[in-house]
Nanobody, 125 residues
Framework: EVQLVESGGGLVQPGGSLRLSCAAS????????MTWVRQAPGKGLEWVSA????????DYADSVRGRFTISRDNAKNTLYLQLNSLKTEDTAMYYC??????????????????RGQGTQVTVSS
């Protein structure tokens, strides 16, 4: 059974940083591309970032490019998202997701087939 468990969320002031983690189990982590998506209160799901199975190729939404960094450690079966220069509009529940394929080229950004329960990020002064 695929399990994805996010952690690292919290309350941070604008301009601050957080590092989110996603612990994966129940599948061969290094075989699949992974993603982070988020959902703000009252809004729809927004794709944030993706990384290929080896960690060599990454992709970002325009709204976070240059501020967020996705990475993975296949030896630890863990996905990360470093959030820097946080803005109030980054407030959302953040979820990690597993794609059913290894790459992030010409792919369906919201095409993940498994998702965790999420970790809340609140950016407020």
């Amino acid at each position: 059974e695929v399990q994805l468990v996010e952690s690292g969320g919290g309350l941070v002031q604008p301009g601050g940083s957080l590092r989110l983690s996603c612990a994966a189990s129940g599948f061969i982590f290094g075989n699949y591309a992974m993603t982070w998506v988020r959902q703000a209160p009252g809004k729809g799901l927004e794709w944030v970032s993706a990384i290929d199975n080896r960690g060599g190729t990454t992709d970002y939404a325009d709204s976070v490019r240059g501020r967020f960094t996705i990475s993975r450690d296949n030896a630890k079966n863990t996905l990360y998202l470093q959030l820097n220069s946080l803005k109030t509009e980054d407030t959302a529940m953040y979820y990690c997701g597993k794609y059913p394929w290894p790459g992030v080229s010409a792919y369906l950004k919201l095409g993940y087939n498994d998702r965790g329960q999420g970790t809340q990020v609140t950016v407020s002064s």
